[in-house]
């Protein structure tokens, strides 16, 4: 029983330092000020380019994973019957749909993870 309201005397105490103890809006305002980055709001963030970039890159790479399907569809439909030509366009049907899933998922990764970072050092 004494462990019991040690602990409960305490948790007032942790309850009121939490700005001190975790952070808190005042962890997250020294780091926004003390990081280097700039505050206003029209210059370019090196976090918003970065994730800019990462996502001009991304997008390049689902384009170009269509169009390797779109590929694959008209070669197999061009390939008069022939059993090489249509295997040959399934193969490249199936790493085309492989490399859409693999970059549809990287690109949810990476858009989660930058959203967490950004929140995390913006203070938002």
């Known amino acids: 029983m004494a462990l019991n309201f040690s ?3 305490a948790l007032p105490v ?3 330092n939490s700005d001190v103890l975790w952070g808190g809006q005042n962890g997250k305002d020294y780091v926004k000020n003390n990081s280097g980055l700039p505050a206003e709001e029209n210059v370019s963030d090196p976090r918003l380019v970065a994730s800019n970039i990462i996502r001009y890159i991304l997008g390049f790479l689902g384009i ?3 169009i390797i399907i779109l590929y694959a569809g008209f070669k197999w439909m061009l390939s008069g019957g022939s059993e090489e030509k249509v295997g040959e366009a399934k193969k490249m049907l199936v790493a085309g749909i492989i490399g859409l899933v693999i970059i549809l998922c990287a690109f949810a990764i990476a858009n989660f993870v930058i959203e967490q970072l950004y929140n995390a050092t913006s203070g938002g």
């Open 14 to 16: 942790l309850a009121d």
């Open 7 to 9: 602990v409960a005397s």
């Open 64 to 66: 170009l994973a269509v």
